[in-house]
């Protein structure tokens, strides 16, 4: 899943990539190359941080339970949650 998250990525990027030289280059030209530069630089740290996420967030959705840290158990139905829950989520019991 991620691969092809990845292989999509890289695939629009060569897409796109004869266009935005040409659109560099020609605001390259008006607008001066360091000016150009500094605006290709936060493209790329965008799209940079944008990957990022999307891998921090998937991994994030793999493993939610060992976030939570410590567990206990129901005194009612003996069902484990998290030390922070207040309602168990099999018997709907209040947690003390
Ligand atoms: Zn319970």
């Known amino acids: 899943m991620?691969?092809?998250i990845l292989l999509?990525?890289?695939l629009i990027a060569v897409l796109i990539?004869?266009?935005l030289i040409g659109v560099a280059i020609a605001a390259a030209a008006v607008y001066g190359v360091y000016l150009v530069a500094a605006a290709a630089l936060?493209?790329?740290a965008f799209v940079v941080a944008v990957i990022w996420v999307?891998?921090?967030e998937k991994g994030r959705q793999e493993k939610p339970e060992e976030?939570?840290?410590e567990r206990k158990a129901c005194k009612y139905c003996?069902?484990?949650m998290?030390?922070?829950a207040t309602h168990c989520k099999n018997c709907g019991q209040a947690s003390t």
């Open 17 to 19: 990539a004869p266009w």
């Open 42 to 44: 936060a493209g790329v």
């Open 2 to 4: 991620q691969l092809a």
């Open 78 to 80: 003996q069902v484990e």
């Open 54 to 56: 999307l891998f921090t």
């Open 8 to 10: 999509v990525l890289i």
């Open 67 to 69: 976030i939570h840290g």
């Open 82 to 84: 998290a030390v922070s």
